[in-house]
């Protein structure tokens, strides 16, 4: 099996983007609520510390990203570009907040950008302020490498999205499968769908890809020894560890704490039943005793329990057990398919496939309120939900372009949109 072996270097440009304060300063953490209203962000155009070509296009390009950011996020909304007539050019050292109140901006976030001390590198320095206290926030200092702009930006994003408690959503990563260049492998992409990286060329069929929830690690199934084997992927070290290799084993699931692994094998007798072992592949346990299928094992954020699913009544039906395999409750309801759980960040909300006339279309189960959403509506199958980090928004794969493709939607239906177009691509597991 040919892996990417990724540098160190590498990997941290992947996952993160260093920062410097630009002053010493006590972290702030404003909290927010769901339901409650976005905040409306005044990010007025960059200053350019000179006109160097370089300059100019990353400042357009760094502010372009953290507004596309900021749209998608739901707890912010960029100001309409149109508002900015009606205010006076942004002067940083002077900054009169009573004109961005004026506009109905609750935050100001003042870019600049200048030329780096390494050749073709820039300098971005990003600060925010409270309009109405006319208070500054937060500050923070990025040097980058053209190359590396889109990730400053989503760094800085997720900056923001921190100030309110909130987990880093733009720079998380989507694990998937896809065939375009012949075969199952394992992808790697950003959570908008760019950057998209392979990361197995094994020529046979790797699939159900899951996050570690540390980023650094991938469960994954593959076939490359002639049998469904399941693995686990050191993305720093490009180190690969065998979890099972005898029966069919597949669908794995790292538990929120980090120290769990769930998957799903035949390994006794013959059916698919579920079992645990230690993050690192080891002291294997298994949790479900039944002649029935088990499978689609899902953690709640406690780490405590494990939502599946089971035909042990008949047909596909989703159940919770604790994470020792104890109290098994049924929790799906009116419909006789209903298969792939995946358990919201969260915890109050699970996400699911149902089977209704041959369609196949996403749900979300509130568990506090027994209340049902469905989230997709379309003549087609749509399968394979997961959660972002911040429990707002999905990954799933759908056919409802003609062949299967990965799409993301928002937890209440809104703002679909096509991340893969290349090949047919399934199987998304977003990173926590």
């Known amino acids: 099996m040919k892996i990417i072996k990724f540098s160190p270097l590498f990997l941290l440009f992947i996952f993160c983007v260093s920062l410097i304060p630009l002053f010493t300063q006590q972290e702030v953490v404003l909290s927010i609520r769901e339901g409650m209203p976005a905040i409306p962000v005044a990010c007025p155009s960059f200053h350019q510390e000179d006109n160097h070509p370089l300059v100019k296009e990353a400042a357009q390009t760094l502010r372009d990203i953290l507004l596309a950011d900021l749209r998608y996020s739901r707890v912010f909304i960029p100001l309409p570009e149109s508002y900015y007539q009606y205010v006076p050019p942004l002067n940083p050292q002077n900054i009169q907040f009573k004109n961005w109140e004026s506009i109905q901006a609750k935050l100001l976030f003042v870019g600049s950008v200048s030329q780096g001390e390494k050749e073709n590198s820039v300098v971005l320095e990003g600060k925010i302020y409270d309009v109405k206290s006319q208070r500054f926030i937060?500050?923070?200092?990025?040097?980058?490498?053209?190359?590396?702009l889109r990730l400053a930006a989503?760094?800085?994003?997720?900056?923001?999205?921190?100030?309110?408690?909130?987990p880093p959503l733009f720079t998380s990563k989507i694990v998937f499968v896809s065939n375009r260049d012949g075969n199952d492998e394992i992808y790697l992409m950003d959570y908008d769908g760019q950057n998209q990286v392979r990361l197995t060329y094994n020529r046979v069929r790797?699939?159900?890809?899951a996050w570690a929830p540390d980023r650094k690690k991938i469960a994954y199934t593959s076939f490359?020894?002639?049998q469904a084997i399941l693995y686990i992927l050191d993305l720093e070290q490009g180190k690969l560890t065998t979890v099972q290799n005898e029966g069919t084993n597949f669908a794995p699931a790292f538990s929120p704490d980090g120290k769990k692994l769930a998957?799903?094998?035949?390994?006794?007798e013959g059916n698919s039943e579920i079992y645990v072992a230690q993050s690192n592949g080891t002291k294997i346990r298994r949790l479900t005793f039944n002649k029935a299928i088990d499978t689609a094992p899902t953690w709640s954020p406690t780490s405590r329990e494990i939502a599946f699913t089971s035909d042990r009544?008949?047909?596909?039906?989703?159940?919770?057990?604790?994470?020792e395999g104890t109290n098994i409750r049924h929790v799906s309801f009116g419909g006789n398919y209903h298969d792939a759980p995946a358990w919201a960040p969260t915890g109050e909300r699970l996400a699911y496939v149902s089977r209704v006339n041959l369609i196949f279309d996403l749900y979300i189960l509130?568990?506090?309120?027994?209340?049902?959403?469905?989230?997709t509506e379309s003549n087609a199958r749509n399968e394979s939900p997961a959660w972002s980090p911040d429990g707002r928004h999905l990954v799933f794969s759908s056919n409802r372009k003609g062949t299967i493709q990965i799409f993301s939607i928002d937890y209440d239906g809104t703002n679909l949109r096509q991340l893969t177009f290349q090949g047919e691509n399934k199987l998304p597991d977003w990173s926590k």
């Not at 998957?263 to 006794?268: A, G, K, P, R």
């Open 138 to 148: 937060l500050g923070r200092k990025y040097n980058i490498d053209p190359s590396l």
């Open 154 to 166: 989503h760094k800085m994003a997720d900056e923001l999205m921190k100030l309110y408690g909130e």
């Open 206 to 209: 790797d699939y159900m890809p």
């Open 224 to 226: 490359k020894e002639g």
């Open 263 to 268: 998957f799903c094998s035949t390994l006794e």
């Open 313 to 323: 009544s008949g047909t596909p039906q989703i159940y919770i057990m604790d994470a």
């Open 366 to 375: 509130n568990l506090r309120t027994n209340q049902i959403i469905k989230l």
